[in-house]
Each structure stands twice: as C-alpha cells, then as structure tokens.
C-alpha cells in the first residue's frame, strides 16, 4: 500500500466509524467496528485502531476491525499506520 493511498484511509475511517450498544448483566457496552479503506476503495490491511487508554486491534487484511466491551463515556479514537501520522478522534458511546 503506497503513502498517498493510506494517507487518506484516516477519513474514510471517520466515516465508517459505527458503534453498537450492547447490554450484559446490566452493565452498558459497545461494540466499535468497521472497515478502513484507502481513498481508492480499496482495504487498508494492519492498521492500528483503539480507545485510548482501553484496548486496540489491528484492522484484518479485508481492513475490517473490532472493538469489544468499550464501556459507555467520552472516548478517544485513534487510528495509525506505520510511517503515517496517528489521527485522533472524540467519541461518545451511551
């Protein structure tokens, strides 16, 4: 995958960013997942995704990922790729 491909993968990411409210034994949480292409439509393989301070995956060669059990509050979203600048984004999750 060349740079200028996954460069734009970051607000791809943003946009398809989707989350779930799921409830078990009474206690609220998320699941956060979704699929990371680059500006072409194409998947953007192993790039690092995760909640600040919580957990992180790594997106799969399809660029699918998956976040499980994200409690609800403010959360921060971050996305990287190696040799790329890491971009950041808030979240909320009810």
């Given amino acids: 995958m060349n740079t200028q491909k996954t460069y734009a993968f970051i607000l791809i990411f943003f946009i398809s ?5 799921t409830v078990a034994e009474g206690i609220k949480s998320s699941i956060i997942q979704g699929k990371i292409t680059t500006a072409d439509g194409l998947p953007a393989a192993y790039v690092n995704v995760g909640v600040k301070g919580i ?4 997106s799969d060669e399809n660029g699918f990922y998956i976040l499980k059990n994200i409690p609800a509050g403010n959360h921060i ?3 990287s790729y190696v040799g790329l600048i890491g971009e950041e984004k808030s979240i909320s999750l009810n």
């Fill in 55 to 58: 957990k992180s995956t790594i």
């Fill in 17 to 21: 960013l989707s989350s779930f409210i």
């Fill in 77 to 79: 979203i971050k996305v």
